[in-house]
Nanobody, 120 residues
Framework: QVQLAESGGGLVQAGGSLRLSCAATGRTVSSLVMGWFRQAPGKEREFVAIISRSGTYYVDSVKGRFTISRDNAKNTVALQMNSLKPEDTAVYYC???????????????WGQGTQVTVSS
């Protein structure tokens, strides 16, 4: 059983930065496909970024602003978010999959979520 715990959310002004962290227990992050999803009020949960053995992938709206990374020694995955915009406001979820991760339906494990609010 994999457990994921996010931290690092908060309130930031537009143009600012936040760093989210996800600590995994039960399996090593290097053996999983790890990702971040987000859900804004009234909207469906959407893919943000993933990291796997084949590389990193981002939704177009965050390319060039967000960076996903993995620290195998600490068994954590981070999402560095720069140049934040009000439309980035959402609950951000850490996700893990033992196979491919293409949509939220292919996620095997979820964190509890952390709120990110970007003020204009």
């Amino acid at each position: 059983q994999v457990q994921l715990a996010e931290s690092g959310g908060g309130l930031v002004q537009a143009g600012g930065s936040l760093r989210l962290s996800c600590a995994a227990t039960g399996r090593t992050v290097s053996s999983l496909v790890m990702g971040w999803f987000r859900q804004a009020p009234g909207k469906e949960r959407e893919f943000v970024a993933i990291i796997s053995r084949s590389g990193t992938y981002y939704v177009d709206s965050v390319k060039g602003r967000f960076t996903i990374s993995r620290d195998n020694a600490k068994n954590t995955v981070a999402l560095q978010m720069n140049s934040l915009k009000p439309e980035d406001t959402a609950v951000y979820y850490c996700a893990a999959s033992t196979g491919v991760m293409t949509t939220d339906r292919t996620v095997d494990y979820w964190g509890q979520g952390t709120q990110v609010t970007v003020s204009s």
